[in-house]
């Protein structure tokens, strides 16, 4: 019988950063997913969902993690009929795609510290499972999950989803060489296994009692083809600078203009915000008041930002405009955008034709 593991060092960090900075990885996979099998246009999903419709255009830009989330819950509606492609989905989250995050794993010396790295910054990932790391003195290691916080209508496609992903995690840090020993999966087999069951060298156990990654032994000091201490440390750095933003005592401008920026259809009141963030609305007022600026700077700089991108539009009227910005009459805003612009929305409108 083979003897059982003494598992040590288990490291956990609780992944409940809302306001965290994502790459849009995630939104650009569930975009495609919608379009290629289900042929759901962006737009009109993200507008079922209540979030503001993303532009995700060649360039990659960052959402907020609370948008993320609000995303999936989208997702999960909108796919419930069709499972199968939870799975599917998972197996496309390449992890160069992951940003700063993805380097940091990709560029540690050995898959132990890739994993530990990928536990201490999971607020940076997609995912809604708890994952603590845990290696034993032959060298093997396991990734641990937690989901009994994880909402019940997001827990069977978490797993089917984290499934696909972790498998194409471990493929891309050892360029497709073999270190898992098993897998135990807390949920049902996907529907379409026998299938997607060819994606996975090792035995996968569904319906377990805990969601298990388990690697060979030896495993925990394989080196990976791009290691390198030096880059690991940079990009490490570079994570925690991400994760700081999303702290109550860390300066709030860029969590709120990322805020502004995603919102719906209006911009948040100052206490609406303060909420968003954590804060109380006078904690708000200061923390912006020692960054050199205040509420109200930052909602006219949104509110003229976005006159520009509706004055493009051609089909939207002044007075719509004004209205869409939360003006009460055409006249205000009229006036706020001279006052911004140095001349009238319609004459600024003219100068885009020119």
């Keep these: 019988m083979r003897e059982k593991p003494q598992w040590k060092a288990i490291e956990n960090m609780k992944s409940d950063s809302l306001l965290a900075a ?12 919608l379009a290629d099998q289900l042929n759901i246009r962006w737009d009109r999903f993200c507008q079922d969902s209540r979030v503001k ?25 909108t796919t419930e009929s069709h499972p199968n492609l939870w799975l599917d989905v998972g197996l496309r989250y390449r992890a160069i795609k992951y940003g700063t995050l993805g380097l940091a794993m990709m560029t540690s010396r050995t898959l132990g510290e890739a994993l530990q790295v990928a536990c201490r910054y999971q607020a940076l990932t997609f995912s809604l499972i708890n994952y603590r790391y845990a290696a034993a003195p032959n060298g093997s290691c396991v990734l641990l999950g937690e ?10 496609f978490t797993q089917h989803r984290d499934l696909g992903a972790i498998r194409t995690l471990f493929y891309d840090l050892m360029a497709g060489e073999r270190v898992l020993e098993r897998i135990t999966v807390a949920a049902p087999p996907p529907a379409n296994w026998s299938v997607m069951r060819r994606h996975f060298d090792c035995p996968v156990e569904f319906n377990a009692p805990q969601t298990q990654w388990h690697c060979l032994p030896g495993s925990v000091q394989r080196p990976l083809p791009l290691g390198d201490g030096e880059l690991t440390s940079l990009y490490s750095g570079h994570c925690d600078g991400l994760l700081s ?7 709030v401008t860029h969590r709120l203009t ?6 719906s ?9 303060a909420k968003r963030l954590a804060l109380s609305e006078r904690t708000l007022h200061r923390r912006l008041a020692e960054e050199g600026t205040r509420f109200s700077t930052l909602v006219d700089e949104m509110r003229y930002s976005r006159a520009r991108e509706l004055l493009a ?15 009460a009459e055409p006249s205000s805003f009229s006036r706020a955008f001279k006052r911004w612009s140095g001349m009238a929305a319609a004459e600024y409108r003219q100068s885009l034709l020119r």
């Design 258 to 263: 990322l805020l502004m920026n995603r919102n």
């Design 53 to 77: 419709t993303l532009t995700l255009d060649d360039a990659m830009s960052e959402l907020l993690a609370e948008e993320e989330l609000q995303l999936q819950h989208g997702f999960v509606r």
């Design 265 to 273: 259809d209006s911009l948040p009141s100052a206490t609406e915000a």
């Design 22 to 33: 994502l790459p849009d990885l995630s939104a650009r996979i569930m975009r495609d997913a």
């Design 147 to 156: 989901d009994h916080e994880l909402p019940d209508n997001l827990r069977e």
């Design 313 to 327: 539009d051609r089909q939207m009227t002044i007075e719509t405009i004004a209205f869409a910005l939360g003006f």
């Design 245 to 251: 933003r999303a702290h109550a005592d860390a300066p």
